[in-house]
């Protein structure tokens, strides 16, 4: 059966024409291109997204396309960037971390023609796994390589989802430089685009690779230590082993959990400023209920896992509470840096097939209301001492290796439970009272906030398979490393440019990414201005 809800054709001025429609979710595209435009000869989908809205209610699903399509002697438009080559300072650019921010920020100048050098703490990818799967099955913890420090940085383990809510024109381009490297074709085209965490670590390693061949180099197991300064420029970097490298561009991608990182820049009177973030529990379900929740009686049709978003303010403290980087057939994980210290997070695989999805149930941490702002840093604290309190649980009633946990009905009436249903997690649990280890403040939204997403989603908080594990803090960084609107260099220090996540200016995979093209671009520009 073909339903077609809607059809626009625009024209394109070299003759390419868009055409958008809505169909059916068991359309087949072809088949309905073949009958409704049959002067097409070909096509790229430049959006293609589902609507299950109400498909709970008995709505059948659509899917909205947006394509570009050609008819007989036509072609489609080239969008690739071209670039002139660019003559390279004296000292090359030094990129400190290997994460989407540094890499996309290295590829940027290899366009130009400008080698640079990355220095990443921990080991590439491979190896990195090696020391990830210790930590889950043995609670052995590597400083330099786990879910955060390595090659990819955390972006290796963030689910791999590429969807972003900034606007950039640099989006498109890091969206292709994916597939280029191997990614899914329509990684450019669909509107949540998400290559899992097992692609995304074949990518890494192609990208770092291609760097290699331009004559980039990448150094491993290079801990930076300390800035070098001249006064309020900065002027290199000195590593663990004693090495100082000189550059008078240093990139500054170390992502949000280089603690050592914050305190240096702080003892070095680098201008920062605290900033809200948000703190909370990763919240688990089997993946057939969350399906059924928003599929109704399309759960098992071809319609992926489901995904979910929710959030609520509370009217009188003006707190956020809501659902963050949501993994449907996923993982939750032990992600901490610390040996004294858990956190968790979550992933997905490209087949998003695991049985269980999970998802951050957060809420909002204000600077200067919930944490003493007068020190830059206090954020840094408040978090550290909630991941801290898990960890001490974890070891007070097991090893120190498992990840506490409390069955979403026993924390709804604050009472210890035994009785854990089965969860993704490879790193195990300890049955917990997660009032324990959670602010009161963010206990009391998160029961609040879960009666209203009851009514949202039935059966979300009823569920007896419903578990929450703790903690979830690594949401975003903790402080902004101030820098210049325009020229992104640091406000109090000439030569240092702050990227990505760990800088304040980014919030997953994409956004890191452009940021770090973005500082390149402007690095660039002044090089053409001298």
Request: proline share 4%.
């Amino acid at each position: 059966m073909s339903i077609v809800f809607k059809t626009l054709l625009h024209y394109c001025t070299d003759m390419a024409k868009t055409l958008q429609f809505t169909l059916s979710y068991q359309e087949d595209l072809k088949a309905y291109l073949k009958e409704n435009h049959p002067w097409v000869v070909d096509y790229r989908i430049k959006s293609e997204s589902l609507d299950a809205r109400k498909a709970n209610l008995g709505r059948e699903p659509k899917v909205h396309y947006n394509i570009l399509a050609i008819e007989e002697g036509e072609s489609f438009p080239e969008n690739k960037e071209s670039f002139k080559s660019k003559k390279a300072p004296n000292k090359r650019p030094v990129i400190i971390g290997a994460g989407p921010a540094g890499l996309f920020c290295a590829l940027r100048f290899a366009e130009y023609g400008i080698p640079t050098l990355v220095l990443e703490r921990g080991a590439r990818a491979h190896e990195r796994m090696k020391h990830i799967s210790g930590y889950w099955r043995r609670g052995v913890l590597d400083p330099d390589n786990n879910v955060c420090f390595g090659e990819g940085g955390a972006g290796l383990f963030s689910d791999g989802k590429l969807i972003t809510r900034i606007k950039s024109p640099f989006v498109q381009y890091v969206m292709d430089k994916f597939v280029d490297f191997g990614a899914p074709p329509e990684t450019a085209w669909v509107s949540n685009p998400h290559l899992g965490s097992n692609k995304i670590r074949q990518l890494i390693g192609k990208m770092t690779d291609e760097l290699k061949e331009k004559g980039h180099e990448i150094r491993y197991h290079a801990c930076v230590e300390k800035l070098i300064y001249d006064k309020n420029k900065v002027i290199g970097v000195e590593l663990r082993d004693g090495e100082k490298i000189y550059s008078d561009h240093v990139i500054l991608a170390t992502g949000h959990s280089a603690r050592e990182v914050y305190y240096h820049l702080k003892d070095a009177e680098v201008d920062m400023k605290a900033k809200d973030f948000a703190v909370g529990v990763r919240i688990e379900h089997p993946r057939e209920l969350i399906d059924h929740i928003q599929y109704g009686d399309f759960a098992g049709a071809d319609l992926g896992a489901a995904r979910y978003r929710l959030s609520w303010e509370d009217s009188e403290t003006l707190k956020g509470s809501y659902s963050f980087c949501m993994c449907p057939g996923g993982y939750v994980l032990s992600s901490g840096t610390d040996a004294d210290g858990i956190v968790v997070n979550g992933m997905s695989n490209y087949a998003r097939n695991s049985r269980w999805s999970n998802a951050a149930l957060v809420v909002s941490v204000k600077a200067g209301v919930d944490f003493d702002q007068e020190d830059v840093l206090s954020g840094l604290e408040f978090q550290y001492n909630i991941e801290k309190k898990a960890y001490d649980y974890s070891v007070k009633y097991a090893s120190g290796r498992e990840v506490p946990a409390q069955p979403l009905s026993a924390f709804l009436k604050k009472k210890k439970s035994m009785d854990l249903p089965k969860t993704s997690c490879p790193s195990g649990l300890v049955p917990a009272e997660l009032h324990e280890i959670l602010p009161d403040f963010v206990s009391e939204h998160l029961e609040k906030a879960l009666q209203v997403f009851e009514r949202r989603m039935k059966g979300f908080t009823t569920d007896k398979r419903a578990l929450l594990l703790a903690p979830e803090t690594r949401t975003s960084a903790p402080v902004t490393i101030l820098r210049d609107r325009q020229r992104l260099v640091s406000t109090s220090h000439t030569g240092l440019y702050p990227c990505g996540e760990g800088a304040g200016y980014a919030g997953g995979i994409t956004s890191a990414a452009v940021d770090g093209i973005r500082v390149c671009e402007e690095i660039v520009s002044s090089l053409s201005d001298q």
